[in-house]
Nanobody, 126 residues
Framework: QVQLVESGGGLVQAGGSLRLTCAASGGTFSRYIMGWFRQAPGKEREFVAAIRWSAGSTYCADSVKGRFTISRDNAKNTVYLQMNSLKPEDTAVYYC???????????????????WGQGTRVTVSS
């Protein structure tokens, strides 16, 4: 059974950085696409970034391009979201998700992802 466990959230001042970690277990992740989504208070969950585990190709939402970087460590079955130059509008609960595929392209639709973590809260103060 696939399990995704996020960590690394917290409180940070605007302009600061955080690195989120998603520890994955119970699956053959080389075929998966791993994504990060976020949900701000009172808003719908939205796509942030994703990575194709095998090829390492990535895609980020326009709102975070140039500030956030997604990466993975094959040996540790772990996906990271490095968040720099954080803004108050980045405040949200961040979720790790897995698309078991087969997917030819990275998808940004929440419904395409099969497994979800419990979320980690990020608060950016102004």
């Amino acid at each position: 059974q696939v399990q995704l466990v996020e960590s690394g959230g917290g409180l940070v001042q605007a302009g600061g950085s955080l690195r989120l970690t998603c520890a994955a277990s119970g699956g053959t992740f080389s075929r998966y696409i791993m994504g990060w989504f976020r949900q701000a208070p009172g808003k719908e969950r939205e796509f942030v970034a994703a990575i194709r585990w095998s090829a390492g190709s990535t895609y980020c939402a326009d709102s975070v391009k140039g500030r956030f970087t997604i990466s993975r460590d094959n040996a540790k079955n772990t996906v990271y979201l490095q968040m720099n130059s954080l803004k108050p509008e980045d405040t949200a609960v961040y979720y790790c998700a897995a698309d078991r595929g087969p997917s030819l392209v990275i998808v940004t639709t929440e419904a395409e992802y099969d497994y979800w973590g419990q979320g980690t809260r990020v608060t950016v103060s102004s």
